[in-house]
């Protein structure tokens, strides 16, 4: 009696994929199937289209069962031959599999890196971005949110924004900001800020009726300009008050800018370090559509926000999972919602109260590649109406 069989040849894994191990199928298992004489073979790799061959096999009679052995082998050899032509010859046509390195961070150097910001050229946030990344390019915005558009929009890879000063506090506009847009924190930077009084070529001090530069440099510079008894004009930017005094040659007007926005602009430094604080610090943000990979080889800060409900000793539960668990916070600020501001709350018999609904931001030094800051965030998640992980990423330690 002649037996009729089928070997269906398949992948020992027919959806592989370079998501995997990597290696190639090291062999084909037979099934024996009742059929037509054939043997069919197809193959499926990932985003690969596969290929099908097929080939006859003639009836072999029961006894023949050394013949049948040796025909069935060279059909197997014969097949897993072509599919390692096929393979050697399309490989090259594959996607490379991503490594860690392809999801770290471009290089420290910033080169190739377009990096928006608020302001003109010579601002702070600008000596920000240079101190991140040396080598980048940086490309000027009018408003914070327009920094962080050009990075949705993909025109730049990383926005720079200061979030606070050691002098004057957080800056709550930028804060409003993080929670609006989805951008990923993935670094900061501390910059110690080094005030200077500008004009132009040939003015001096006595000259200057009014001095021009953004609110808070003026204000950080109050003994020097009380001394000097000038009038005080606000602008949105140190480096624009450089700018616009130089291209329309003020010669009663002064500016507090840096240094570079003096060599930029082509004015003349009149006195140098003026800020009331010598260790004015303000510390910037790095941001990127895409989170880094955290780690522990270094020290790490990660920030969220979150909401609570109301009640006695609700915050101090929040605060306590960090404090359980070792772990140090570094920053913590408060700023009512927005789209719902008011809250009616029932008071005994007096009728009712209202209170502000907060979010709450918090930077705490931990990474959280570490099972104490992930267990702390699990913590909280269990009694937080809301949460979110702004980011996780290298602290600065330098100034």
Same mark, same amino acid.
């Given at each position: 009696?002649?037996?009729?069989?089928?070997?269906?040849?398949?992948?020992?894994?027919?959806?592989?994929?370079?998501?995997?191990?990597?290696?190639?199928?090291?062999?084909?298992?037979?099934?024996?199937?009742?059929?037509?004489?054939?043997?069919?073979?197809?193959?499926?790799?990932?985003?690969?289209?596969?290929?099908?061959?097929?080939? +006859?096999?003639?009836?072999?009679?029961?006894?023949?069962?050394?013949? #049948? @052995?040796?025909? !069935?082998? /060279? &059909? =197997?050899?014969?097949?897993?031959?072509?599919?390692?032509?096929?393979?050697?010859?399309?490989?090259?046509?594959?996607?490379?599999?991503?490594?860690?390195?392809?999801?770290?961070?471009?290089?420290?150097?910033?080169?190739?890196?377009?990096?928006?910001?608020?302001?003109?050229?010579?601002?702070?946030?600008?000596?920000?971005?240079?101190?991140?990344?040396?080598?980048?390019?940086?490309?000027?915005?009018?408003?914070?949110?327009?920094?962080?558009?050009?990075?949705?929009?993909?025109?730049?890879?990383?926005?720079?924004?200061?979030?606070?000063?050691?002098?004057?506090?957080?800056?709550?506009?930028?804060?409003?900001?993080?929670?609006?847009?989805?951008?990923?924190?993935?670094?900061?930077?501390?910059? +110690?800020?080094?005030?200077?009084?500008?004009?132009?070529?040939?003015? #001096? @001090?006595?000259? !200057?009726? /009014? &001095? =021009?530069?953004?609110?808070?440099?003026?204000?950080?510079?109050?003994?020097?300009?009380?001394?000097?008894?000038?009038?005080?004009?606000?602008?949105?930017?140190?480096?624009?008050?450089?700018?616009?005094?130089?291209?329309?040659?003020?010669?009663?007007?002064?500016?507090?800018?840096?240094?570079?926005?003096?060599?930029?602009?082509?004015?003349?430094?009149?006195?140098?370090?003026?800020?009331?604080?010598?260790?004015?610090?303000?510390?910037?943000?790095?941001?990127?559509?895409?989170?880094?990979?955290?780690?522990?080889?270094?020290?790490?800060?990660?920030?969220?926000?979150?909401?609570?409900?109301?009640?006695?000793?609700?915050?101090?539960?929040?605060?306590?999972?960090?404090?359980?668990?070792?772990?140090?916070?570094?920053?913590?600020?408060?700023?009512?919602?927005?789209? #719902?501001?008011?809250?009616?709350?029932?008071?005994?018999?007096?009728?009712?109260?209202?209170?502000?609904?907060?979010?709450?931001?918090?930077?705490?030094?931990?990474?959280?590649?570490?099972?104490?800051?992930?267990?702390?965030?699990?913590?909280?998640?269990?009694?937080?109406?809301?949460?979110?992980?702004?980011?996780?990423?290298?602290?600065?330690?330098?100034?």
């Amino acid at each position: 009696m002649a037996l009729k069989s089928v070997i269906v040849l398949e992948s020992t894994n027919p959806h592989f994929g370079w998501n995997d191990s990597g290696s190639k199928p090291s062999g084909f298992p037979l099934n024996w199937i009742n059929g037509p004489e054939k043997v069919c073979k197809s193959i499926s790799f990932g985003g690969f289209s596969g290929f099908l061959a097929c080939r +006859a096999i003639r009836n072999v009679e029961d006894g023949n069962s050394s013949k #049948r @052995s040796t025909k !069935l082998q /060279r &059909v =197997i050899d014969e097949t897993k031959s072509e599919v390692s032509k096929r393979l050697q010859k399309d490989s090259s046509s594959f996607p490379k599999p991503l490594s860690v390195s392809d999801l770290s961070s471009t290089a420290d150097d910033g080169s190739k890196v377009r990096i928006s910001f608020k302001g003109c050229p010579g601002s702070y946030t600008e000596d920000a971005a240079f101190k991140a990344y040396p080598k980048c390019e940086t490309v000027p915005c009018n408003e914070f949110e327009d920094a962080f558009k050009a990075v949705e929009l993909w025109l730049t890879d990383k926005a720079v924004l200061p979030i606070e000063n050691s002098s004057s506090g957080s800056i709550h506009r930028n804060y409003d900001l993080l929670l609006r847009h989805r951008l990923h924190i993935v670094g900061e930077v501390q910059l +110690a800020v080094n005030f200077c009084l500008l004009a132009l070529p040939g003015v #001096r @001090s006595e000259h !200057l009726k /009014r &001095v =021009i530069s953004h609110p808070q440099a003026l204000s950080l510079s109050d003994s020097l300009l009380s001394k000097l008894g000038v009038s005080r004009e606000n602008v949105d930017d140190t480096a624009v008050a450089a700018q616009y005094v130089a291209s329309n040659g003020l010669r009663d007007a002064g500016v507090v800018a840096s240094a570079r926005a003096a060599e930029i602009y082509g004015l003349n430094i009149l006195a140098d370090g003026i800020q009331d604080d010598s260790d004015n610090i303000t510390r910037f943000l790095v941001l990127a559509r895409d989170p880094i990979i955290p780690r522990t080889n270094k020290q790490f800060k990660t920030s969220i926000v979150f909401t609570l409900d109301e009640g006695p000793g609700v915050l101090f539960k929040a605060l306590a999972v960090f404090a359980l668990r070792g772990i140090n916070l570094t920053k913590i600020e408060s700023r009512p919602q927005r789209k #719902r501001p008011l809250r009616v709350v029932d008071d005994s018999n007096t009728g009712s109260a209202k209170y502000f609904d907060y979010l709450f931001y918090i930077d705490f030094e931990a990474s959280m590649a570490e099972p104490r800051a992930q267990n702390a965030l699990g913590h909280l998640q269990e009694f937080a109406t809301f949460l979110r992980i702004l980011g996780c990423y290298p602290m600065d330690t330098t100034l």
